[in-house]
């Protein structure tokens, strides 16, 4: 193995475990503080792709303004210093049972997909490569359905968060 490939295994152990103490964390500070670790393991994915601008924008815009909003917004909104709530409810088995469900569905439609291991073409070092970027996110042929799905899946992260946020009378 490689250094780049034992550094990503790295950074992926450590992302994935920073994210699964965000969804386990009994409090919401620390929950937001492993949800910035989760957020830099991303920017270092984006390093190791060689998409520096990726990486930077992940860190300026997620790690330093929603992450910390996210933070002020706690401590202002909510009293941290009640006792917490467990983390689990009854239903956490059912749903584990269906993220092993849905995981191994992706799975398997993945590798049923044709294009699944196709190698995409090289960029070509004479264009600027965020104007590739740019026009790769927009092409039909290339990244506007999952910039469309990655848009969707962000406006009911939206709707969720006022759903949950709306005080019932």
Not at 132 to 153: C, R
């Amino acid at each position: 193995m490689t250094f780049i490939q034992l550094f990503f295994i790295f950074a992926a152990a450590a992302t994935l475990g920073a994210a699964l103490l965000v969804v386990t964390s009994r409090n919401l500070i620390h929950a937001a503080l492993w949800l910035i670790v989760s957020l830099f393991g991303v920017a270092v994915f984006y390093v190791i792709l060689n998409a520096g601008f990726l990486a930077m924008v992940q860190v300026v815009v997620y790690i330093g303004a929603i992450a910390i909003l996210m933070i002020f917004a706690i401590m202002l909104t909510r009293k941290v210093s009640q006792v917490p709530k467990p983390v689990f409810n009854s239903n956490w088995i059912w749903a584990l049972l269906i993220a092993v469900v849905m995981f191994g569905s992706m799975t398997w439609i993945l590798n049923m997909w044709p294009q699944f291991e196709a190698i995409p073409p090289a960029l070509d070092p004479s264009i600027d490569p965020l104007r590739q970027l740019g026009v790769a996110l927009v092409s039909p042929e290339a990244y506007v359905l999952p910039f469309e799905l990655a848009s969707l899946l962000l406006l009911a992260a939206l709707i969720g968060a006022i759903v949950v946020a709306w005080e019932s009378r």
